[in-house]
């Protein structure tokens, strides 16, 4: 008999953003929850993160103004880039 549960680990790399760091890495995890299958080689059983470092963080502030004019409005955008290392439990195709 073949074993078909191999447990790896894989290291991605991922840019995201939001307009807070809490935000931003939300939207961090929810990509790797919809694109890990294009990563892995099998079907997916189980995923832990085991290492997170943050590479790059950008905060960008602008000012956006009602009609150009009026109601001057602050608003913070954040970009991070991750290097993320992950346990995946997977069955072989």
Known sequence: MKELLREKIYEIEMKTSGE??????QNAFK??????????????VEMHVQSIKLVKESEH???????GLF??????????????QINVMEILK
């Open 31 to 44: 990509n790797l929850r919809k694109n890990i299958h294009s990563y892995i080689e099998g079907y997916l």
């Open 61 to 67: 502030t602008e000012i956006k103004k009602l009609f």
């Open 20 to 25: 807070s760091r809490e935000e931003a890495y």
């Open 71 to 84: 109601m001057p409005v602050e608003h913070t955008h954040l970009d991070i880039e991750l290097i993320l």
